[in-house]
């Protein structure tokens, strides 16, 4: 297995080599929620001609965030009878396990996160790329009143948790003990950018799976990458 001693947690390192999981279960998993993704697109294009992200037509997106769910569930939990500690549904552990100090290190990553974003819309606005400018989503998208609560809710609360226990908890950690650190981090996010199924933000969205990927490394925890992608999203949606 690589050895890379400056992201290496001796911990999560004889977590993950417990795992009932494997890189061929998380093959499983991403193809599970591909399919159904590819299914998802088609019926929601038939029944409708807009992209309205209201509560309504947030339905999908929350359909597939339990798909995600479901794939941990069918291809790693239920097939070994883990539990979700596995998943690294646990706080810190070590020199980590201190309130401050996680806060401190999910701050710090979402800091980092955001800052390789704004370098990237600058670059890539320089340069006059228009095909991998970010797009703006217009306020009404998200609605108004309870209907921009509940979508609040989806895509700060819900969407970041699934995605964190599929590709953090599920698909990283069965890399990592396949195939390696660096190389585990590499596909997870890689998967990670490519699920958000918009080439103009493939960079950025690879860059923060990496760094969510490595604060789950650093503390053997979700909760410290939860805590910065959930914040992140609730920028970008409070930006709205």
Request: charged share 10%; proline share 5%.
């Amino acid at each position: 297995m690589t050895e890379t001693p400056n992201i290496r947690n001796e911990e999560l390192q004889e977590q993950n080599d417990c795992l009932p999981w494997n890189a061929v279960d998380a093959l499983y998993g991403v193809a599970c929620v591909a399919i159904g993704a590819a299914l998802l697109l088609a019926i929601t294009a038939t029944v409708r001609s807009d992209s309205n992200l209201s509560p309504t037509n947030l339905a999908p997106l929350s359909i597939l965030h339990l798909m995600m769910l479901f794939s941990v569930w069918a291809f790693g939990l239920r097939k070994s009878g883990a539990n979700l500690g596995s998943l690294g549904l646990l706080m810190p552990k070590g020199k980590w396990k201190s309130f401050t100090k996680w806060i401190s290190l999910s701050i710090a990553g979402l800091v980092s996160s955001l800052l390789i974003h704004a370098i990237y819309v600058l670059t890539v606005t320089y340069l006059g790329v228009e095909y991998l400018t970010p797009p703006e989503i217009p306020a009404e998208l998200l609605g108004n009143g309870l209907d921009r609560l509940i979508s609040a809710g989806v895509l700060v609360i819900i969407g970041p948790f699934a995605e964190e226990l599929f590709f953090r908890g599920f698909i990283l950690a069965a890399m990592i003990k396949s195939v390696g650190i660096i190389p585990g981090i590499t596909v997870a996010s890689l998967v990670f950018a490519i699920s958000h199924g918009e080439v103009a933000i493939i960079v950025p969205v690879f860059a923060s799976g990496v760094i969510l990927s490595l604060l789950y490394i650093k503390t053997g925890s979700l909760w410290p990458p939860l805590a910065a992608h959930s914040t992140q999203n609730y920028l970008a949606f409070a930006l709205i």
